[in-house]
């Protein structure tokens, strides 16, 4: 009988800050690959083809973030030197000092990279190949609310807020996946590249994973719209959160703000990273979402509400902040917030 080559080495690193299931879910589907399609199938089970371990800085129990004990499989040190390096988000707030907070798993990693391996991070792990200076002068992705954050933080990253997920460096060595549940697309990508897209594809049936093709775009300008420092602004953003359907919304911002209107549109853009108009966009656009998902208004009906008079160009603005169509949109998220609220309805 032939031998059956090894299977991948892949070290999932735990942290203090990071969350059980994202850890145990991308061990899982890594364990399953190989194994349970054939075990589904014929009725025994295959060869796992990825040999997942979970690792941490001091390699003992540990209470994850949410909570729940971990149990590492190793320090950093312990085991062979990994093929993979997985690391999952970081539980923190967006604009938190990461100055030398995480220095020995970030020096891990970079050594890591430098001999060889891919390092993935799902979330805003993505914060940790920063901190380990991998990410310069490359393509980057994270949680929608931690983007603005990554850039500010390691000047010279190009971060691509709307994809779900992004393979950058030498060799494609760094991959990263965006926010919430994105960690599934991650595992399967890194599945299909270790052992090949059949592979992905079993574990993705037996596992019923759906690939999120929306990419983060359906989210990713919500974060911009949190609440200024600068109180004129500030004062801006309250109201404009009530009158965003008004016409002329943004000279009436500037002749509530009482000065000139340039200035005020250079302020806004400092304080917000968006134009006023852009701004206002965001928070129609937001609103229509509601509507699109609790309603059954028609799309024109919507549009006129959350301030377009024209519903063509709404449907075209929208198509391009949301990458959906108003009506794609509805059917994706309306269905799944019906399907959720069912749960609670009477009998």
Known sequence: MGSHPAPVDVAILAMPETTASVIYGMYDLFRSAGRDWQWLTTGVPGESLIAPRVVSVEGVPMQAGNGV????????????????????????????????????????????HDRGAIVATACSGALLLGEAGLLAGQDATTHWAYCEALERLYPGVRVHPRQALVAAGEGQRLVMAGGGTTWLDLTLYLIARLIGVEE????????????????????????????????????????????????????????????????????????????????????????????????????????????????????????????????QYRRRFGGLRQALSRGFAAP
């Open 200 to 327: 992905a594809m079993h574990v993705a049936r037996v596992n019923l994973v759906d690939w999120h093709a929306a990419g983060q775009q359906p989210f990713a300008r919500l974060a911009a719209s949190r609440q200024s420092e600068d109180a004129l602004v500030s004062d801006a953003q309250l109201w404009i959160a009530d009158h965003y359907q008004a016409a002329a919304p943004v000279a009436a911002m500037v002749a509530r703000s009482g000065i000139p209107e340039r200035s005020f549109k250079r302020r806004f853009a400092r304080a917000t990273g968006m134009s006023p108009l852009d701004y206002v966009h965001t928070m129609r656009l937001e609103e229509a979402k509601q509507m699109l998902e609790t309603s059954d208004a028609p799309v024109e009906a919507v549009a006129g509400e959350v301030g377009y008079e024209d519903a063509s160009f709404f449907n075209r603005l929208f198509k391009r902040k949301v990458g959906l169509s108003p009506a």
């Open 69 to 112: 004990t971990v149990v590492p499989d190793g320090d950093l040190e312990s085991g062979p030197a990994p093929a993979v390096v997985c690391i999952p988000e970081v539980l923190l707030a967006p604009d938190e000092d990461l100055h030398h907070r995480f220095a020995r798993p970030a020096a891990w990693v970079r050594a890591c």
